[in-house]
């Protein structure tokens, strides 16, 4: 079985009916459990009402880079993310590709959510672009191998992988490795193990080959992991099992609220 371990199931351009069919579909494709990533600390509660009647979705909580207008501060933060539902701290992290202007709020913003995952004890989901140093420093310096995480939806090199796995961080795959022009991200796959990779599809962006340009939805994790297990030269069902393991070692409140 599979897990989407990052989708933003809110952001889906659907009504609540045609939300659930879509669960329903991704179930049939063999997922079992969907990681529902908040944006921002404003919109968890309309997120929660959204999602929380599906049992097989847990939530994080957290203020995503690119959203820095809805930034709050470290207590608010803390206190939405003690909620029983929200197993991940995120998503944080730092994106200096399409938001360099925002950078020194982006370093605050993600020194206060590793500060509040090591406080709970919940693992960080990171976002991180063009921000390799930072990034690893910070996870350095603020202690984040205690809560450990993920570089979700990873599109750095493999310098940057090993790092982040030294430090206890796990690797996610999207869509994005099915793109003609991801050769680095496929040469980071066949180098990372097994056992640190999890794979997401970042919807309702990042569709991959062959829904590339339409809105993506939680059952397409099936095509992204089918493409990583052929890179891994492992069967589907070997990938799905290690990722999924990987899944519930890392966020191990998943399932359990
Ligand atoms: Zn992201
Ligand atoms: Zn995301």
Redesign the pocket.
Known sequence: MLVDS?C?LDRLDMDDETLAQTIAFARQRGVEHFLC?A?SVDSFTAMHDRVARFDDVSMSCGV?PLHQDEACDKQTLLEAARHPRVVAIG?TGLDYHYSANTKSVQLTSFVDHIDVANTLSKPLII?TREAKQDTLSLLKAHKADNTQGVL??FTEDLDMATQAMDLGMYISISGIVTFHSADQLRDVVRHVPLDRLLVET?SPWLAPVPYRGKQNQPGYVREVAEYVADLKGVTLDALASATTDNFYRLFSLAGKA
């Open positions: 990052h933003h990533v944006v995503h998503e976002h979700h939806c970042d």
